[in-house]
């Protein structure tokens, strides 16, 4: 496996089912991401980590639990959701915190409904 | 308040023409801007960069210029091929929030053969 991925691609639950994403990536970065791209709207960072410590938690709902056990693995556990949190979740990293020179790269995403 | 715009949601052009994407920005600390790509079922992948210190880069068919005064910028692709045809989002950072990048919207290409 090469770049970003992410697991489950797709994922329905119900408001009190409780399920994770797996985001993993394989190039070696320091810096991972988690991003929500709501339809018509604009990508909404929400977690940031840097060397498996959280640098930035956007104002996200606490039903948004982030946790990144190392570089290479992020995850976001997902319980009590609305249906207003369908979305396509994207996983990101960059080698360090993203600064712009450089890039981030992204996984395919996770498309979330929640029912 | 949305920092990045961009105000087309859709645009189609004609194979082996010109396509020009703009974005409108508020906040003029962003220090560099970029373009993404995005095909359906795939993630964003990066296309082109600009530090603000510059006002064009080049990178084969890709030309991403800058106008600081009106805090816009545009993405020219000549020519256009059917492959381009995605969604293009703009996103922008400064320095000083390292790990932190604002998205425009997104407009979705389309290039008809």
Do not use: A, K, R, Y
């Given at each position: 496996e090469t770049g970003v991925t992410q697991t489950p691609r797709h994922l329905v639950m119900g408001m009190t089912n409780k399920k994770s994403l797996k985001c993993e990536q394989?190039?070696?970065?320091?810096a991972m991401y988690w991003y929500k791209q709501s339809a018509k709207k604009p990508l909404e960072l929400m977690f940031v980590y840097n060397f498996k410590e959280?640098?930035?938690?956007?104002?996200?709902?606490?039903r948004f639990s982030p946790e990144c056990p190392n570089s290479s693995h992020l995850f976001l556990h997902l319980h009590t959701?609305?249906?207003?949190?369908?979305a396509l979740y994207l996983c990101a990293s960059s080698q360090d915190l993203w600064r712009g020179a450089d890039t981030q790269y992204f996984g395919p995403g996770t498309r979330l409904t929640v029912l | 308040d949305q920092q990045v715009k961009q105000n087309s949601p859709s645009l189609s052009v004609q194979e082996g023409r010109i396509s020009i994407l703009n974005c409108d920005y508020t906040?003029?600390?962003?220090?560099y801007f970029l373009w993404y790509k995005k095909y359906p079922a795939e993630g964003p992948t990066f296309l082109i960069s600009i530090s603000s210190i510059k006002d064009k880069n080049e990178d084969g068919r890709f030309t991403v210029f800058l106008n600081k005064s009106a805090k816009h910028l545009s993405l020219h692709i000549?020519?256009?091929?059917?492959?381009?045809?995605a969604v293009y989002f703009c996103a922008a950072s400064m320095n000083t929030n390292a790990g932190k990048s604002t998205f425009g919207d997104g407009t979705t290409l389309t290039v008809k053969p």
């Open positions: 394989h190039l070696g970065h320091n959280q640098t930035e938690n956007n104002s996200v709902p606490s959701l609305q249906p207003e949190d369908s | 906040n003029s600390m962003f220090d000549v020519p256009s091929q059917p492959g381009d045809s």
